[in-house]
């Protein structure tokens, strides 16, 4: 006889699973459809049927560890097909949700960024930010009124790229850890060979496409990824160009970048609008949706809306409320920087590497 | 065709709705008991889904030889009327005291019916055989089935073409009449047993798993046709694409059952069902393989051991995993299903010649009169303290015959005691 093995389940992961969206966990009963339904499901490792058990077993650290929950792309097959109920999808979305909160440093940080009840806190720091900087920054008038006579470039600069170096440091803990969680998971494939082909399967949607349904997600989410990428590329462009002194704002409506963030923008919002209506518009999968998913969508969807009312405001000269509406949107663009290692957001980082990890050679 | 009940006004008397395994056993229960009863059954012949079975539980015996028994019981027990082709269209009044309303279709073939089928030679229609589940078809009129009860031949005229009286030309007994109509008849009962039985769940509403659209996926209620001497194969079990020889026989189990999608109950018999079917292929092919997908295999208590000997014979191969996914070789017609095998996390494809859907019971409450009770899964529903009409067999919950058998008992002494009840206080 083989020697026994002692499970320890944590039963306190077992309700957070059970909170974050995975409220049907405990129907199932390991029949194994789900593993079928699914088609991005390999054959030597199928998922979700294995995680099921895992969870309901609350055995964290090998769940959280485990690669398959980032190559579920939420298609809802196995939902739809499960016999129980059990909505297997949705529990690999909130194990995903739990993951994230797992493995982010630091932890407290972690905590704060996906309690609900901390919601007002995310934009603290950017109100603290940015109205220090229009009460008592330098100030200079220009006509017509520009952004920068109350929020100068050369000031937000510097604070975006130092956020976003603290940002980087923190994703570096959390995907460190991650990483030796995926080795000890038995994904051995190099991380650097394998991202450049997975960040090129993730753009191209590859898989997303294979979904069985659910193509307006799949359009939600290709829309809203290219689009932000743009906007990041743009934003990165614009600062060391402004900073270096080759570039000057605000660029004129005509000018090839201005024209790609403008699309951009507008291509964010569509995506945006499409992933909220598609959880809107379904009571199962609004039932699914926890505040880890809206707080990121809202995010998302405020900072593109502000940024082109304030652009349109800003041609209009109606200046107080061009600040203001500027004003926010800066706000909501430093939550979104400064927890971004917290929240949804990170499923970027995490699922790039967990594909790039499991790839295979050929 | 039927013997007048010889009752005594004030007699004891049940009406049993249903004439398969369940109902006739009611009946014979509770007429050896001394009450009087009627039984009425919608099909031409007694016996039921029983009688379509290839071979059935504890004994594996073919289904003639439990029958038989019962219909040498009831002929000799002149307290049964029996009904056939007939119908209870109302039930008024209450415990103790019922009228049923029964309507009798006309049968279109008399008592002088002695079977000698020059009728059938003669007759240039076809009809599609519900007894077969459509797999054959017999002529117009036509034996209901072998060992038919009562031992007449029937006539769907609604089959005939118009003016055609060749069979009545033919019978030499002056058997068949055209001219019958069909009748209504008012039974004053003191209690009422509902045995009708169930249907099996259409298999093709679990699209994933194929039928309907893959030639050579079928139930397991078919299967039992394929495997019984009096089926379209003549006990041979063949592939319906091209008539081979299955070499490779797949079972899946929970094929619309315990799935909240289909019926969210277990319907309790499929799994001894299938492990019976995997006995009629490795004794019809010994080369053949058959695997059995499953979620649990759920044998309860002597069946164990059946379980036990089945499983231990090598080619018989259990696989945990619910099959989710079936398609069909364009060109060989083989069947190719997907499942992920639990026990050793991998998905495996797997070809086979033959893929039976164990399916699910259904409940067969049609028609039932309202004093009917139904579950939250549709079964009848026998409450406490509840009187007067009882559900028996699979109508009350899925179970195998000889369950079945000890349900009707007991259905037909709360029967008995409702009726004693009504007699002293009526």
């Known amino acids: 006889m083989a020697e026994p093995i002692l499970l320890t389940p944590d039963t306190e992961f077992i309700k957070n699973v059970l909170a974050s969206g995975g409220g049907d966990l405990k129907k199932g009963f390991q029949c194994a459809t789900c593993s079928v339904a699914c088609t991005l499901s390999p054959e030597d490792s199928p998922f979700p049927r294995k995680q099921m058990i895992l969870a309901q077993w609350g055995l964290k650290d090998k769940l959280l560890a485990d690669p398959a929950l980032w190559l579920c792309h939420n298609c809802g097959d196995c939902t739809t097909l499960c016999p129980r109920g059990a909505k297997p999808g949705n529990v690999l979305g909130a194990l995903r949700n739990q993951a994230i909160q797992h493995f982010a440093a630091p932890s407290c940080l972690s905590r704060m960024a996906t309690s609900p009840k901390a919601w007002p806190v995310l934009f603290v720091p950017g109100i603290l930010v940015f109205g220090a900087l229009a009460l008592w920054g330098p100030k200079e008038i220009t006509e017509p009124r520009e952004f920068a006579n109350v929020f100068p470039l050369h000031v937000l600069e510097p604070i975006f790229f130092a956020v976003s170096g603290l940002v980087l440091l923190a994703f570096a803990m959390g995907l460190f850890k991650f990483i030796k969680g995926l080795r000890s998971s038995g994904a051995d494939g190099s991380i650097l060979a394998g991202i450049i082909p997975a960040a090129v399967e993730i ?33 990165t462009v614009v600062g060391i160009g402004t900073m270096a002194g080759f570039m000057h704002t605000p660029l004129a409506w005509t000018n090839p970048w201005k024209i790609f963030a403008n699309v951009c923008a507008a291509v964010v919002l569509v995506g945006g609008l499409i992933l909220l209506g598609d959880r809107l518009a379904d009571a199962e999968k609004r039932k699914a949706t926890t505040y880890f998913d809206w707080s ?67 | 065709m039927t013997q007048e009940a010889s009752g005594k006004p004030d007699a004891k008397k049940v009406l049993v709705i249903g004439g398969g395994v369940a109902g006739i056993t009611a009946a014979i229960e509770a007429a050896e008991a001394g009450c009087q009863v009627v039984l009425v059954e919608r099909a031409p012949s007694l016996g039921g889904r029983v009688a379509r079975m290839n071979q059935y539980f504890p004994k594996l015996c073919p289904p003639a030889c439990g029958l038989e028994i019962n219909f040498k019981r009831m002929k000799s027990n002149s307290s049964i009327q029996v009904l056939t082709q007939a119908e209870v269209q109302d039930l008024a009044g209450s415990p103790g005291d019922y009228t049923a309303t029964v309507k009798i279709s006309p049968r279109y073939v008399t008592d002088a019916c002695t079977q000698c089928g020059e009728c059938v030679k003669v007759c240039p229609a076809e009809r599609s055989s519900e007894f077969d589940y459509g797999m054959s078809k017999t002529k117009a009129v036509y034996l209901p089935q072998a060992n038919a009860f009562p031992a007449l031949y029937a006539l769907e005229r609604e089959a005939c073409p118009a003016g055609c009286d060749l069979c009545v030309k033919a019978c030499a007994y002056g058997a068949i009449d055209l001219n019958q109509k069909a009748e209504t008849k008012t039974i004053s009962v003191s209690a009422v047993i509902a045995a009708t039985g169930w249907v099996p769940y259409d298999a093709s509403k679990i699209t994933n798993l194929g039928y309907g659209r893959c030639a050579n996926v079928v139930t397991n209620v078919i299967m039992e046709r394929l495997a019984s001497v009096s089926g379209p194969t003549q006990g041979k079990i063949l592939r319906p694409s091209d008539g081979k020889e299955p070499k490779t026989v797949a079972f899946v189990q929970c094929a619309g059952s315990r799935d909240e999608n289909h019926l969210p109950y277990c319907s309790a018999v499929c799994c001894s069902a299938s492990l019976k079917q995997a006995t009629y292929v490795r004794s019809a092919y010994p080369e053949a393989k058959v695997k059995i997908f499953y979620i649990d295999i759920r044998t309860p208590g002597r069946l164990e051991d059946f379980y036990t000997k089945v499983s231990s014979d090598p080619m018989v191969e259990l696989i945990k995993g619910k099959v989710a996914k079936v398609e069909e070789d364009p060109a060989t017609k083989d069947v190719i299903l997907e499942v992920e095998d639990v026990l050793h996390g991998k998905k495996i494809t797997e070809r086979v010649d033959l893929l039976v859907l164990a399916t699910g019971i259904v409940p067969q409450t049609q028609g039932l009169p309202a004093a009917a009770t139904l579950d939250e899964f549709g079964f009848v529903d026998n409450r406490p303290g509840k009187t007067g009409f009882y559900g028996a067999g699979c109508v009350r919950r899925p179970e195998e015959v000889s369950a079945t058998v000890q349900d009707a008992t007991g259905a037909a002494l709360k029967a008995l005691q409702c009726a004693v009840r009504s007699a002293h206080h009526g």
């Open chain 1, 203 to 235: 753009m191209t949607h590859k898989r997303f496409k294979e979904c069985g349904k659910e193509k307006n997600r799949f359009w939600g989410h290709l829309l809203t990824l290219w689009g932000f990428a743009g906007l990041a590329l743009m934003g």
């Open chain 1, 296 to 362: 990121f969508l809202l995010i998302l969807v405020g900072i593109v809306s502000t940024g082109i009312a304030a652009e349109l405001l800003r041609t209009g000269q109606l200046v107080t409320a061009m600040y203001t509406v500027y004003f926010v949107h800066l706000v909501l663009i430093f939550a979104l920087f400064l927890f971004a290692p917290y929240t949804k957001f990170a499923h970027m980082a995490y699922r790039t590497v967990a594909m790039a990890a499991t790839r295979k050679r050929t």
